[in-house]
């Protein structure tokens, strides 16, 4: 018999995507609970405390992307594949209290589910380029295995450590993250946070999961969710670099002041995510342990009174009995190492005075030098950054404004880059050697001029794109330990579908009602243009429709969150799959 209880709820929404003429109301967001995995029974009763089964329970989430209504026949064949491979029988104790064992069983249903995926899709035209994520839960006695695809996430939430991101998204941001290019809260409003380097469906390349196990304490709440609610609640309060807090709800607040009850718990997350202006389909999957042997250790809080102790509760040491010394015995010696320490002290000033004096003559000597140097026009102080420039009052104010600058510049360089060589494996030869000339002329520069550099690196990406297709044999992108660096699509035509989307989005707020409906329609259309030309005739009935009267208006648009993922707009909208293998959601 288990010493551990539990307690499951579960919900999926269209929420932003909400259309009523779609099967399913517009929601591409799937999900699947077994109660008990040995017996393969995927109804029970939710909200009630229940013993943990010999072989665990389960949780899954799927998160679809397609043109059409291909998003959520993806999302369902992918938790039709668990219901297929968690059936009764399917699961002994043999491999539910293995770890290694479940991790590997977890991994080879993902791997099952995005070979179906794309045999569904070889089958069907219409269903051509639908993918999808997936996440699975695995609890059993006091372990949780976490196996993944994608940027579906899962948390684990106590009183006693806060909120922990036990999943890692497989995105353009997170790898942006990974290198140090931005933080991970900088990924929450980043302009690409919504393309996935990893997903069930891709025709370029098979799926690779990943996959994490933890331990699971009492007083966990374990929340599985797609990136419609991770994507518009940070996870815990944030704050700006100047030490301001960043506004709006945030995961951690909401789970800490509603554990009590998942079913409050559940309620306050839907809210919050509406007023935070959802725009995708919510799936939230809670589980909270009951009762469990293993308890958590505080790691985020600290008792005010375990600081300092209390002059009640301090505790004094007894004085031990020694035997008594003369006085003289003890004053003698002292005032020997009182002397022999100041004798040290007055030598060692001596010492450093001469230090400081050669160091001064030399200092003094390398100034002369560098203002006849100056004076010659030999230094170049920009390319050269340890050469500060010195005025004729030595170590002045203009030296020091004039080193800030030279900083400043360095930094504007190393910026620029760091963030162009996020693209280099995008051109081909002659982009390359186009590149090198841009980047020796960034580093000879000897003033900032980034907006001029950034022109000149998007005419030579546009220019000499690397066309050339992956295939599942020959991937562009380098794997280390199963991981696939994926990168951003950067040939012409991705370029082009990306410009237009913003135009487009931008053009929503130019135009009334009936003309947000055109847009959307041509938003709808843009995942799935194959050529340039269609581009080009999409960006004609652009701008026909800004042409029209009917469809201007000189009324305020509306408040909305800035949120660039492609289906944030239209329930229609899916994934594009790139040359690269990735996905913009």
């Keep these: 018999m288990s010493n551990v209880k539990y307690r499951l709820l579960a919900y999926s929404n269209a929420a932003g995507k909400f259309n009523p003429e779609a099967p399913q109301q517009g929601n591409e967001d799937n999900y699947e609970i077994s109660f008990d995995i040995g017996k393969g029974i995927f109804k029970g009763v939710f ?33 039709k594949t668990v219901d297929q491979y968690f059936a009764a029988g399917k699961i002994t104790p043999n491999i539910a209290l293995d770890s290694q064992k479940r991790r590997v069983y977890l991994e080879k249903v993902i791997v099952a589910a995005d070979s179906n995926i794309k045999e569904d899709a070889k089958n069907n035209s219409e269903h051509s380029g639908m993918g999808s ?24 939430f106590n009183p006693s450590k806060g909120i922990e991101l036990l999943s890692k998204d497989h995105s353009y941001v997170q790898e942006l993250a990974d290198k140090g290019v931005i933080t991970y809260e900088d990924t929450f409003d980043h302009p690409q946070n919504n393309i996935v380097t990893r997903s069930l469906g891709d025709p370029n390349k098979k799926a690779i999961p990943e996959s994490r196990e933890f331990p699971v304490y009492e007083n966990d709440i374990i929340l599985l969710c797609s990136d419609g609610l991770s994507g518009v609640l940070r996870d815990r309060k944030t704050y700006y670099r100047d030490g301001e807090l960043i506004p709006g709800e945030n995961l951690e607040d909401i789970i800490a002041a509603h554990s009590s009850s998942l079913v409050d718990c559940r309620d306050a997350l839907w809210a919050a995510a509406e007023r935070a202006d959802w725009y995708d389909n919510v799936t939230t999957l809670l589980c909270k342990i009951i009762a469990s042997p293993s308890k958590a250790v505080v790691t985020s809080q600290v008792p005010a009174n375990s600081l300092l102790p209390t002059p009640e509760s301090q505790q004094y040491p007894q004085p031990h009995k020694t035997k008594k010394v003369p006085l003289l015995a003890v004053i ?108 020796k002329e960034v ?21 000499y794109p690397n066309i050339q297709e992956n295939t599942p044999d020959t991937p562009n992108n380098p794997q280390e330990e199963g991981n696939i660096v994926g990168d951003v699509p950067h040939n012409i035509l991705d370029y082009d579908k990306d410009r237009l989307y913003k135009d487009l989005t931008e053009a929503k707020a130019k135009v009334n009602d009936d003309g947000k409906k055109e847009i959307d329609k041509l938003i709808g259309q843009l995942p799935v243009c194959s050529t340039e030309k269609l581009v080009d005739k999409l960006r004609t009935k652009l701008n026909e429709i800004l042409k029209q009267e009917r469809y201007t208006t000189s009324s305020k648009p509306g408040s909305k969150k800035n949120v660039p993922a492609t289906d944030s707009l239209n329930p229609n909208t899916g994934s594009v799959l790139t040359p690269d293998s990735s996905s913009i959601k």
């Design 47 to 79: 909200d009630q405390d229940t013993e943990m089964p010999e072989c665990g329970i389960l949780m899954c989430v799927a998160d679809g992307m397609g043109g059409m209504n291909a998003g959520e026949v993806a999302s369902d064949i992918a938790v």
């Design 133 to 156: 994520t997936i996440i699975l839960a695995w609890i059993v006695d006091n372990s949780i295995t976490i196996s993944w695809c994608g940027d579906s996430r899962a948390y684990r």
């Design 332 to 439: 003698i010696p002292l005032l020997i190492i009182l002397g022999g320490g100041f004798w040290y002290l007055i030598s060692k000033d001596k010492k450093l005075n001469a230090k400081n004096e050669k160091f001064q003559r030399e200092l003094d000597s390398i100034k002369v030098h560098r203002e006849a140097e100056q004076a010659k026009g030999t230094i170049d102080t920009v390319s050269d950054p340890s050469a500060k420039p010195i005025n004729q009052e030595g170590i002045g104010k203009q030296g020091d404004e004039s080193q800030k600058g030279t900083d400043k510049l360095q930094d504007a360089k190393k910026q620029f880059v760091d963030y162009a060589n996020t693209f280099k494996n995008d051109l081909n030869t002659d982009g390359i050697k186009a590149f090198n000339d841009l980047i």
């Design 443 to 463: 580093r000879n520069a000897k003033t900032d001029n980034s907006t001029e550099w950034k022109t000149k690196l998007d005419d030579i990406k546009r220019k």
